[in-house]
């Protein structure tokens, strides 16, 4: 039946693979034909998704804001000549937003910038208010000084300072200005004044979020054009604080993540390109043929091509692991596709078949089949884990290795057994040379059809163009490498050598014999494997998941560097925010007791950002006690609010509460309305207010209320998990009413819940996988033992691999979580070789010592090949500059190796001990 249907496909072979190459052609097109499906989701719909959701709906993010940290060139961030410059180009902001001139991306022409109030010097402003324009405010305030910090001297700038500080207008200057900010006694002008100096300022550019398309404020990967968009108009705010090269560096502080993960996977395409390259060239060493490295390169692109294109016909969603992780994985599963087929192509080749790639596919097309199912089984058990991302990496992993199976495992040996023979492999002095030319230029040709195809061509132009010049690369390649040595050949009259009966070289030999004497002493190497295993066993069971942008991005990227001076500028302070909903009756003067109670105890909670009193900072932000307590303070509004509901407030026990449901009703109405305000003292508008409060004005019910916190710990996932738990803990312990519903979020939670979601997610389907691929094994070899003996060394390869993470200090995230479902694959492929041929060669060898042999002098050696090509490749992506892809590639060219490894060695001495010949 196998050689039916191979003599078919290599009797209608040209036919078949112009079909292919049309296909292929028309696989360009499906980026024009079908909608971009986007990216997947993260999240996992956890308890911090709900509570966002629910925030999400009731709420208006009325306000965006653009975080910058301001690091002085000579250590002082509030002399004359920084606080000028700051002022000068915040003037600078203004002047450029009313001229509608920050618009970014596909953002329209617009004013953006949001007309704010400063509460702790009760001053309204546009845009942005520093330290610089208290200290330029006061100085004009004295007929000296009339243009302000234009006029003034050092000397006058600092006692200004001083003064300002000393009136107690904006509270501890230590809380003001950066952490490591100092102040000494000086005489200045006959005057002792507190002489400051800071080597750093915070301050935050406010703008209209509706205007910038709406959507609540959030630091994750995988964003939508809304978020993309503020991303780049927060780097031009970035840019305006820098402009004239002041004395100073302005760097925003997380506000471009997605844009930051975007341009250094870019850069990563460089060493992608090289692992491609890298691997290819291998490949084709190993080998022995230019026409095998010429052919799998430009099967690798046409792979490429389909993936890509067939995610658009299917409705996959993209994102980090599936964009990239999966077409770089690819490259080793379709190498090891390739070099197993012609490896044994070239075997039967060599015994003097003429039909050899109907014999030599016959020999490894169940243990390709086998090892698609096997794969496929793996990576589709990642599908079930309720995290949209990592379903879309199952499936998209799954679709990745049925292509590559096809086009390399297949389409490749037939366009080799249909070209080899057209080409001579004696020439001249002038072909060898240009020979060698192409072999140096043709895996970077094929590096950059593949890197346009899964990264620039999407970046530069768009999805279509990129898969047409990664098509039309495909096409160049063949031409030059192929056709025209072929038309050169016909015209030559040097013959060439019969290549059957070849001797194998001197190495393949001692290979052979060094591994078969290794696997025979099974006694000394099963045993040392269960003790390595047992021992990284350990490391595999406390491996942690772990979230640090130093472990995605480059260390040296304005982003981590940002990050970096943030913890070390921090006065404590400020931070990510984090939210609590109320909901229930939240105006039920009891609540607003227990609240307070609750905001007193959140002091004590490490990470969270305290005020100069060692209270919870909630300065221009609005909470129920505040309103209340504010609204209690001013007869005023207390009339007004009167006059519009004849509801009078008021607070009999002098507890800083109103004294009735009804009263607290009426001011969040009446500031959901009117936003409040007292005339020199503070100036909360409606859009403000909405940020803190909401109610059903149809039923006149369902009020709900947010705490808005800071936390300055939330780049590790232990410093989250941490305050997530003592939050939650502090929670349970508070005594709510029971018609108070509490719920936390924020991105930072978020965030969490997404990390621990796909790693959790991820090995939990090991064991699923490890199940499936052993049924799909036991009914392809119809035999328990051998079932059992190859999915030993893949269980090994996957406990190896997470006990060297935790050894290197290694952690689980995003993408390191995907190599265990890899390296199952890897695994699974390399086993599932080594037995079946094992099994085949036991059938003619005289015992089973010799089918050993022939085993490893056979597959061993394509084994071999696959994982130099592979490993090498891989290697070369570990000097990437993001470390992202850096651990990428380290770790999956060791756990090549560890496939390796198990294969030869550990597997081979299972088969040795349990075979009955």
Same mark, same amino acid.
């Given at each position: ?103 970014? +991306? ?177 490949? +084709? ?486 199940? +499936? ?145």
């Amino acid at each position: 039946m196998m050689h039916i249907l191979l003599n078919k496909i290599n009797k209608h072979s040209n036919k078949i693979l112009s079909g292919f190459g049309l296909l292929t052609l028309m696989i360009c097109f499906m980026p024009l034909i079908f909608k971009d499906p986007g990216d997947a989701s993260l999240d996992p719909k956890k308890e911090a998704y709900k509570v966002q959701q629910r925030i999400n709906e009731k709420f208006v993010e009325s306000v965006h804001f653009v975080s910058i940290i301001m690091e002085a060139d000579d250590g002082d961030m509030i002399d004359k000549q920084s606080l000028n410059e700051l002022l000068n180009n915040q003037e600078r902001l203004i002047e450029l937003d009313s001229n509608q001139s920050l618009s970014a +991306g596909s953002l329209k022409p617009n004013s953006y910038l949001w007309n704010g109030y400063d509460e702790s010097t009760s001053t309204t402003f546009t845009g942005v208010y520093t330290i610089a324009n208290i200290v330029d405010s006061a100085l004009k305030m004295s007929p000296d000084f009339p243009n302000g910090l234009n006029d003034a001297s050092e000397d006058d700038v600092k006692i200004a300072l001083h003064q300002i500080f000393e009136s107690g207008v904006v509270g501890d200057p230590k809380f003001l200005l950066a952490k490591g900010a100092k102040s000494e006694i000086r005489t200045i002008k006959s005057q002792e004044i507190n002489y400051w100096t800071s080597p750093a300022l915070f301050i935050d550019i406010l703008s209209e979020n509706e205007k910038l398309g709406g959507g609540n404020f959030a630091i994750e990967l995988g964003a939508d054009e809304t978020a993309i968009n503020k991303e780049r108009y927060g780097r031009k705010i970035v840019e305006v604080m820098n402009y004239n090269n002041p004395s100073y560096t302005a760097l925003g502080i997380a506000i471009d993540v997605n844009l930051v993960a975007e341009e250094q996977g870019t850069i990563a395409g460089q060493f992608i390109t090289l692992t491609v390259i890298a691997a290819i060239a291998v490949c +084709g060493i190993f080998l022995r043929s230019y026409v095998a490295m010429v052919l799998v390169g430009v099967g690798l692109i046409s792979l490429m091509i389909w993936l890509k294109g067939m995610t658009f016909v299917l409705g996959f969603k993209g994102g980090l692991i599936t964009d990239l992780i999966v077409p770089i994985a690819m490259v080793s599963f379709g190498v090891d596709f390739a070099i197993h087929a012609l490896r044994r192509m070239q075997e039967e080749r060599a015994k003097g078949h003429k039909n050899y790639f109907i014999v030599g596919i016959s020999g490894v097309f169940g243990a390709l089949t086998l090892a698609l199912l096997t794969d496929s089984s793996a990576f589709l058990a990642n599908a079930f884990g309720g995290v949209e991302s990592v379903f879309y990496f199952g499936v998209a992993a799954t679709l990745a290795t049925l292509l590559s199976y096809l086009v390399l495992g297949l389409l490749v040996p037939l366009a080799y057994s249909k070209v080899t023979p057209l080409i001579k492999n004696e020439m001249t002095t002038f072909e060898n040379i240009l020979r060698v030319i192409n072999f140096i230029t043709t895996p970077a040709s094929i590096g950059f059809g593949i890197i346009f195809v899964v990264i620039l061509g999407s970046e530069i132009l768009n999805e279509f163009l990129g898969l047409l010049i990664g098509f039309l690369t495909a096409i160049a390649i063949l031409i030059i490498n192929l056709a025209v040595p072929i038309l050169i050949n016909r015209k030559s009259k040097i013959v060439s050598k019969d290549l059957s009966y070849k001797e194998n070289r001197k190495f393949e030999k001692r290979f052979a014999i060094l591994f078969t004497g290794i696997s025979k002493r099974y006694y000394i190497v099963l045993p040392l494997s269960l003790i390595i295993t047992i021992i990284a066993g350990y490391g595999a069971i406390n491996l942690k998941s772990e979230f640090d942008v130093k472990d995605f991005f480059d260390n040296e990227s304005d982003f981590v560097v940002s990050l970096d001076q943030f913890e070390e500028y921090d006065p404590g302070v400020r931070g990510e925010p984090a939210q609590f909903i109320f909901e229930g009756e939240i105006t039920n003067p009891k609540f607003i007791m227990t609240f307070n109670n609750f905001t007193k105890d959140l002091s004590k909670i490490d990470f969270i950002g305290l005020n100069e009193n060692g209270e919870i900072n909630q300065s221009d932000v609005l909470n129920i006690s505040k309103i209340t307590s504010l609204v209690l303070k001013n007869e005023p509004l207390k009339e007004e609010i009167f006059r519009k509901s004849g509801v009078k407030i008021t607070d009999l026990n002098n507890d800083n509460i109103p004294d009735e449901s009804d009263q607290i009703k009426e001011i969040i109405k009446y500031g959901f309305d009117n936003g409040i305000e007292s005339k020199g003292q503070y100036s909360f508008d409606p859009l403000w207010f909405q940020r803190y409060f909401w109610y059903d004005k149809d039923k006149n019910d369902d009020f709900t209320s947010i705490l808005m916190i800071f936390l300055s710990g939330t780049r590790t996932e232990d410093d989250v998990s941490k305050v997530r738990k003592d939050l939650n803990k502090l929670l349970k312990e508070t005594d709510f009413p029971k018609n108070i519903s509490v719920g936390l979020t924020g991105s930072p939670f978020s965030r969490s819940d997404q990390l621990n979601a796909t790693t959790d997610s991820m090995r939990r389907s090991i064991p699923f996988a490890f199940i +499936g691929s052993f049924l799909i094994i036991l009914v392809a070899l119809r035999s328990f033992r051998y079932a059992i003996a190859t999915i030993i060394p893949i269980a090994l390869v996957v406990i190896w691999l997470y006990g060297i993470m935790y050894l290197f200090d290694f952690s689980l995230n995003y993408v390191t979580a995907t190599i265990g479902a890899i390296s199952l694959g890897v695994g699974v492929d390399f086993a599932i070789h080594m037995t079946m041929r094992f099994r085949e060669e036991l059938k003619s060898a005289t015992d089973k010592l010799n089918a050993l042999y022939n085993s490893i002098n056979g597959t061993g050696l394509a084994l071999l090949g696959s994982a130099i090509s592979s490993t090498l490749g891989f290697l070369i992506m570990g000097f990437a500059p993001m470390p992202l892809f850096s651990t990428f590639g380290i770790l999956t060219a060791v756990m090549i190796c560890l496939a390796l490894i198990a294969s030869l060695v550990t597997l081979p001495s299972l088969l040795y001990l349990i075979s009955k010949k």
